[in-house]
């Protein structure tokens, strides 16, 4: 009987066990969490670029993370591929669990130094034509990213057309997407920054739900960041500086510019990502709902 007894309790533990397990390992999952959330150092005030020779000037009701910051939360919580070109990223907001909250967005900043960007064909520019054309290369690409396991991709049309500032040498437009086997559509919000040796990138991507507060987010935005002194577009030296091989055109088009569509590789794991993510975490014993309880709380 004395055995039984024994034999019994040890079927009790061994049923529990997987229990305390999943225990731990939320314990451990909150803590790194904990952990990288305490660590992220949110900016604001003027911000200095790294190798852009360009300032952000963080506007109240913003923050900003450094490169450093940036890819761990493209990476470790976004679960994004390491992408060694972000220089930093801006945020709505000055909580940290704004990188967590899937009704906000992030705009990653890059940098090209292709060279000067001539904005002789602005004007010119038939930005229907454009997107046509750009539906047509977005269809006929679906091809190859079918055999690399990624959904097809619709280019729906402009959310924002194209808009390029004369005086202030800055172009900014947004597509609407709809990807393979989702209901809501992608929202890509792009902003160029024209300098002398080549262009700033600010890409925002977010779901078309939130269209109005990315955009009206984008344009306070805008007058944020520009070029140093000796750096800008009107600093160009013709007889001595490099000049890009491509204009305003390709800049939003793509093509030549490649290296501006830096999100254009990940927009399908971006905002998907980050939602699937921010799922699982929400799920890891509603840990986030008890952080954001005890925000409101606050």
């Known amino acids: 009987m004395f055995r039984g007894a024994i034999a019994a309790a040890l079927a009790c533990l061994l049923a529990v066990l997987p229990a305390f397990a999943a225990d731990a390992d ?40 450094d490169a450093k910051d940036a890819q761990r939360v493209l990476t470790d919580l976004w679960g994004n591929p390491p992408q060694p070109d972000v220089l930093g990223m801006l945020l709505p907001g000055t909580d940290k669990m704004a990188v967590l909250d899937e009704n906000n967005y992030a705009v990653v900043i890059t940098h090209s130094d292709d060279g000067y960007v001539s904005d002789e ?39 924002e057309r194209p808009h390029y500032d004369a005086a202030s040498h800055k172009l900014y437009w947004a597509k609407e997407l709809a990807f393979q086997g989702t209901d809501v559509h992608t929202l890509n919000y792009d902003i160029r920054v024209l300098g002398r040796g080549g262009y700033l990138s600010l890409n925002a991507v977010a779901t078309m739900p939130q269209l109005a507060k990315v955009e009206a987010g984008m344009q306070q935005v805008l007058p944020m960041i520009d070029f140093d002194q000796g750096h800008r577009y009107a600093d160009f030296d013709a007889k001595t500086d490099k000049v890009a091989a491509y204009g305003i055109a390709a800049l939003i088009a793509g093509g030549l510019a490649a290296k501006a569509g830096l999100f254009a590789k990940l927009l399908v794991v971006l905002v998907a990502a980050k939602k699937l993510i921010i799922a699982g975490v929400i799920a890891v014993g509603g840990f986030l709902a008890r952080l954001f309880g005890r925000k409101k709380q606050a």
């Open 121 to 159: 064909d602005a004007a010119k520019i038939d930005y229907d034509q454009m997107l046509k054309d750009m539906q047509e290369g977005t269809r006929d690409a679906n091809t190859e990213r079918a055999k690399q396991g990624y959904p097809n991709v619709e280019l729906v049309g402009w959310a």
């Open 26 to 65: 939320q314990t451990q999952q909150e803590a790194k969490l904990r952990a990288l959330l305490d660590s992220l150092q949110f900016r604001t005030g003027a911000i200095a670029i790294p190798g852009a020779d360009a300032t952000l000037n963080v506007a109240q009701g913003f923050s900003y993370l």
